[in-house]
């Protein structure tokens, strides 16, 4: 099992910045890759960017240019720099720890980031 938390969310101006972190514990040895998504009212979860346990990188269009995944493994923590930040960001942030063969995706609890314009 993988226990995962977020943290970092909050209220922000438009064209403002935030970093979100997101500790993993548990069976962290068992986790291929990391990922935060994000889920706005009335919309479906959509993912940001992904980073796996030998550090590639993958990133959806939507925020392309705007946020950088990060990892310290020292840490088993995960970060999401969110730069320029539109209101149309405004949404639950999510990160999911996915685990290797049939173990599964861990979901945390998610942190909200508001956009104000």
């Known amino acids: 099992q993988v226990h995962v938390v977020e943290s970092g969310g909050g209220l922000v101006q438009a064209g403002g910045s935030l970093r979100l972190s997101c500790a993993a514990s548990?069976?962290?040895?068992?986790?291929?890759?990391m990922a935060w998504y994000r889920q706005a009212p009335g919309k479906q979860r959509q993912m940001i960017a992904e980073?796996?346990?030998?550090?590639?990188?993958d990133y959806s269009y939507f925020m392309t240019g705007r946020v950088t995944i990060s990892k310290d493994n020292a840490k088993n923590t995960v970060y999401l720099q969110m730069n320029n930040l539109k209101s149309e960001d405004t949404a639950v942030y999510y990160c999911?720890?996915?685990?290797?063969?049939?173990?599964?995706?861990?979901w945390g609890q998610g942190t909200q980031v508001t956009v104000s314009s």
């Open positions: 999911a720890a996915k685990g290797k063969g049939t173990m599964g995706d861990f």
């Open positions: 548990g069976s962290t040895d068992n986790i291929k890759a």
């Open positions: 980073i796996t346990d030998s550090g590639d990188t």
